[in-house]
């Protein structure tokens, strides 16, 4: 009869068996698989993955830029009346940029982009100047003042498109296509396989997530000038592989706020989900951007796979230790339907900043004391939604509160 020494090897045996048979798959399709795939473009997916092709064509990740003489319907901007902060015309704009937040305008001279200084907030619907000012992104002070000196290739276009070349300042193609997260094509094309393409689902959590954060991230390359010039996302990364080869993480300084983070090193600003998100317990057990992303979709806000409690739930089930026990009115002490009972609200406050009175979800899904709103000036989801009240009224409700400990809501 075996003892339980005996049981205990024979599943470690077992399970490390699995886990080596999980890793080698990886391994072969990062480095073995791609080591001569060229890139393609996306309409070379089109023809066997049709319904991905195009469901993926009408998210705004295949709609980033867009030219305004194809697209005229891209320019969200008010080009019709004068506007002190609009000191350009449609006519100088060659490539439009973004569709939910704000939309930016580059101009073209040479093989070159540069941003125009104005921008167009969406949501309240007015020009706003744009011009990166000083003590703000790392690369800067690197850069002459006028945005007319400040090519985009460097700062932006490596994430707006892909296979930029720094060097030759051509594309593959314009927007976040299908080889910016899978990977160059070439040889799945002519001889289709698993083994010759980058499927994110199958890759660790760690180059699963990193492909989403070559982009939703903020951060610096490893070497720096990269290729002589001082660029702004992570110059020779290639789904499968590490980020960390490449690409360093801005460091928060805890109880500091700077222009990348808040004193308890939540991000401050937009394009910083990744940074939230390494420090999270998500993170830390596994769970993959794609887990709760469909970028194949628009379906639903932000490309999730469901709305609203309904996609959290789907995991965070009763049976989960670190699911709902009760309601979730008896969790949230909110109404049922009301805001406060939404698991966004209070675990994905929206307090990083992306243009004016624009804020964007928080990725660290950690809960936001009011203490710390008081101490540190973080905003805390209680006195965010009841701005009337305090944080110290706002503590004082958290404390009372018997299904929750205090010691995890009031510090």
């Not at 360093?248 to 500091?256: A, D, P, W």
Request: aromatic residues 10%; neutral net charge; charged residues 20%.
């Amino acid at each position: 009869m075996l003892g339980w020494g005996d049981i205990e090897m024979r599943i470690f045996g077992i399970v490390s068996a699995i886990s080596l048979a999980l890793l080698l798959p990886v391994r072969a399709v990062s480095q073995g698989g791609l080591e001569h795939a060229q890139f393609v473009g996306s309409e070379s997916c089109r023809k066997c993955h049709a319904k991905a092709f195009d469901g993926w064509k009408q998210t705004r990740m295949a709609n980033v830029v867009r030219d305004p003489k194809i697209h005229p319907e891209a320019v969200l901007g008010d080009f019709t009346h004068p506007d002190p902060n609009r000191p350009f015309d449609l006519g100088q704009v060659a490539l439009v940029y973004g569709s939910r937040w704000k939309q930016r305008y580059f101009t073209k001279r040479g093989d070159d982009y540069y941003p125009l200084p104005g921008q167009w907030d969406i949501k309240n619907r007015k020009w706003l100047p744009y011009h990166v000012a000083d003590g703000t992104d790392w690369w800067v002070r690197f850069y002459p003042k006028d945005n007319a000196e400040r090519p985009t290739g460097p700062t932006c276009d490596g994430c707006h498109s892909v296979n930029y070349n720094l060097e030759t300042k051509q594309v593959t193609e314009w927007n976040v296509g299908c080889e910016k997260c899978h990977g160059p094509g070439s040889e799945h094309v002519a001889h289709p396989t698993a083994k010759n393409i980058v499927n994110p689902v199958n890759l660790d959590y760690v180059r699963g997530n990193d492909i989403c954060m070559q982009c939703h991230s903020q951060g610096r390359p490893i070497e720096v000038p990269t290729h002589g010039k001082y660029v702004d996302w992570p110059v020779g990364f290639l789904p499968g592989q590490r980020l960390a080869e490449v690409w360093s993480l801005e460091e928060s300084r805890f109880g500091t706020q700077d222009f990348y983070f808040w004193p308890d090193g939540s991000a401050h600003k937009n394009r910083m989900q990744g940074n939230d998100f390494v420090q999270s317990v998500m993170y830390h057990r596994e769970i993959r951007c794609f887990d709760c992303h469909q970028v194949h979709s628009n379906q639903n806000p932000s490309n999730l796979i469901a709305q609203s409690n309904k996609l959290c739930l789907g995991c965070h089930t009763k049976d989960n230790p670190a699911g709902l026990h009760g309601t979730v009115s008896e969790h949230t002490h909110h109404g049922e339907n009301s805001a406060g009972s939404r698991c966004t609200s209070c675990h994905m406050p929206k307090i990083a900043q992306t243009l004016g009175n624009n804020f964007v979800s928080n990725h660290t899904f950690r809960f936001i004391s009011p203490k710390l709103t008081g101490q540190f000036g973080i905003p805390n989801p209680c006195t965010s939604c009841h701005t009337e009240k305090s944080n110290e009224w706002a503590l004082s409700k958290l404390r009372d509160w018997s299904t929750t400990s205090p010691w995890r809501v009031g510090q």
